[in-house]
Every structure is written in structure tokens, then in C-alpha cells.
């Protein structure tokens, strides 16, 4: 077996995790079933999440930011407010599996605000793998098919905020490591979060916040493990990997919680990520082969 191989093994074993750990979080959110109120439970959750990352936070601010970066940050924060108090609230509304479908619009959104917003090139290749993408959701969703939930659009509302703040965090990573922009995530968001929380705050038993505790360390640890899965295989590699975190969602749901299992929501998924995974291929030929010219113009 070559090095290479073993690097791709070890991509796919890292987004294995990632996709449980992930799943890990859907089910503790789900099992609450609204027990908690969302913004209160997100705030919980992130709260948890700064004690993991707050080492990085003080350097971080005893450093300082520019009055642009600040600004960057704090509008990213208030992206992942609004997609989080969304996201716990289509958890506690719809299928775990319904959620992990629909959560894969977050990079068809990131695809085409990256065109609009910052002057990459959407090919003619690219718009058909995002028409594929979007049929899919249609599949996931059938609007008009059947009556549409409000955790369907609420979870909409989530993808299309997350993808949005990832554009941001695109552009504060040009400036600002990423562990510091994590660490400063956590921060500006329990801030962005605690007036919300404030509003709707019911005394939480224990056990929901041991739970709470328990999605922010899946939640940390499957960010951490993704990282891992980027930095050893290409993402042509580990991206595939990505559709079975729907296949253990719909076991999850069906087995845990007795939900239905939805052949549509398979189905819609799985164009989803083939769309999301002919986007990673073309964009890392299209790398290549760029990294090829630099190194055959630099010969000459």
C-alpha cells in the first residue's frame, strides 16, 4: 500500500467520525424534542463550546482586530445566531434525516455566493451541479405534494445563514488564523445569543444541560476531525463520505425516534451530495491543473 493510499484511507476514517459526530449531535438535539426553547438551548450549547476555545480567545483579543475585521466578525456571528436559534428549531420540528438533507444546501449556498459576492467563476458545468442540487431539495421537500412543515423552512433559513457565514469566515481566514476565527465564533455567537436566550428562558434540568455539554463536544470534536480529514486526502476523496451521515440520520431516526423511512428524503439527498461532489471534483482539476501552469511557466 503507497503513501497516498494510506493518506486516503485515513481522509475517509477521519469523515467516518465526522459524520457520527454529527449524527451524535442531531440525535442529542432531537431527543430534547423542545424541551428546551432553541435560542436558550443554542446559547447552552455554545456557552460549552467557549470553555473548549477560550484559551485562544483572550491572546486573540489582548491582540486586537482591525475596525474591518471586527466588523467581519461580528456580522459572521450574527449569521450563525440566526442559523443556529433555526437549526435547533427544525430539530425539534421535523426528521433528523429531513434536517441532514436539507443541511446540504449549506455548500450549494456557499458555491453561489462565492460567484456572486466575490468574483469566482460559476463554468456552465458548476450551474447544472447546483440545478441538480436544488432539484434535489425539491425532492427532499415536494412542496405541494405535501404541507410543509415550518422546521422544513426554518432548516432552509439555517442552511442559507450557515452558508452565508462561511463566505464571511472565507474572507476573515485571509487575515486571521483559522483556530482564532473558531475560537472568536464561539464568542461573538454566546454574546449574539444571550439576550435570546434571556427572553425565553426556562430553568433547564441537569440532564439537559449534560446533554447540551455532550453536542458541543460531538460538535467540536466532528469540526476537529473534518479538519483532519482536509489536511491528509483531497476532498474529492472525503467528500462521498458525506452521504452516509444521511443513511445513520434515517437509521437514527427510524430506530431511536420511530420515524418514517422517507425513500424520497434518500433519494433528494443523494443528488444533493453528487452535485456537491462533482463541485469538489471540478474545482480541484480546475486547482491542478493552475498549480500545473505556475510550474511550467516557472520552468521556462
Same mark, same amino acid.
Given at each position: 500500500m503507497d503513501a497516498q493510499t494510506r493518506r486516503d484511507l485515513a481522509g475517509i476514517g477521519w469523515m467516518l467520525v465526522t459524520g457520527l459526530c454529527f449524527v451524535a449531535v442531531n440525535g442529542i438535539v432531537r431527543s430534547l424534542e423542545g424541551?428546551?426553547?432553541a435560542a436558550q438551548a443554542a446559547f447552552i450549547r455554545f456557552v460549552f463550546g467557549l470553555l473548549f476555545v477560550g484559551p485562544l480567545v483572550v491572546p486573540a483579543?489582548?491582540?486586537?482586530?482591525?475596525?474591518?475585521?471586527?466588523? /467581519? /466578525?461580528?456580522?459572521? #456571528?450574527?449569521?450563525?445566531?440566526?442559523a443556529t436559534v433555526a437549526w435547533f428549531y427544525a430539530m425539534s420540528r421535523i426528521t433528523v434525516a429531513e434536517v441532514t438533507a436539507i443541511g446540504f444546501l449549506n455548500p450549494i449556498v456557499v458555491t453561489v455566493g462565492a460567484a456572486l459576492f466575490m468574483g469566482e467563476r460559476l463554468a456552465a458545468r458548476r450551474i447544472m451541479a447546483v440545478g441538480v442540487a436544488l432539484m434535489g431539495? /425539491?425532492?427532499?421537500?415536494?412542496?405541494?405534494?405535501? &404541507?410543509?412543515?415550518?422546521?422544513h423552512l426554518s432548516q432552509i433559513l439555517a442552511?442559507?445563514?450557515?452558508g452565508a457565514s462561511y463566505l464571511v469566515a472565507?474572507?476573515? =481566514? &485571509?487575515?486571521?488564523?483559522?483556530?482564532?476565527?473558531?475560537?472568536?465564533?464561539?464568542? =461573538?455567537?454566546?454574546?449574539?445569543l444571550a439576550p435570546l436566550a434571556w427572553a425565553v428562558w426556562?430553568?433547564? =434540568?441537569?440532564?439537559?444541560?449534560?446533554?447540551?455539554? /455532550?453536542?458541543?463536544?460531538? #460538535?467540536?470534536?466532528?469540526?476537529?476531525?473534518?479538519?483532519?480529514a482536509f489536511a491528509v486526502a483531497p476532498m474529492t476523496v472525503t467528500q462521498p463520505v458525506t452521504f452516509l451521515q444521511l443513511i445513520w440520520a434515517s437509521l437514527v431516526g427510524v430506530f431511536i425516534f420511530h420515524e418514517p423511512l422517507d425513500g424520497w428524503v434518500i433519494l433528494g439527498g443523494g443528488l444533493m451530495i453528487g452535485a456537491i461532489c462533482y463541485i469538489t471534483?471540478? &474545482?480541484?482539476?480546475?486547482?491542478?491543473?493552475?498549480?500545473?501552469?505556475?510550474?511550467?511557466?516557472?520552468a521556462e
Open positions: 424541551a428546551v426553547p483579543l489582548k491582540a486586537g482586530f482591525s475596525a474591518r475585521i471586527w466588523r /467581519l /466578525l461580528s456580522v459572521r #456571528g450574527a449569521l450563525h445566531v440566526l431539495a /425539491l425532492i427532499v421537500l415536494r412542496p405541494g405534494l405535501r &404541507e410543509l412543515d415550518p422546521g442552511s442559507m445563514a450557515f472565507k474572507r476573515i =481566514t &485571509e487575515h486571521v488564523s483559522p483556530a482564532v476565527v473558531v475560537a472568536m465564533l464561539s464568542l =461573538t455567537v454566546s454574546i449574539g426556562v430553568p433547564p =434540568t441537569w440532564g439537559q444541560v449534560a446533554w447540551l455539554g /455532550l453536542v458541543a463536544v460531538f #460538535g467540536t470534536a466532528g469540526h476537529y476531525s473534518m479538519t483532519r471534483w471540478r &474545482e480541484a482539476r480546475q486547482r491542478a491543473r493552475a498549480s500545473a501552469t505556475v510550474v511550467a511557466t516557472a
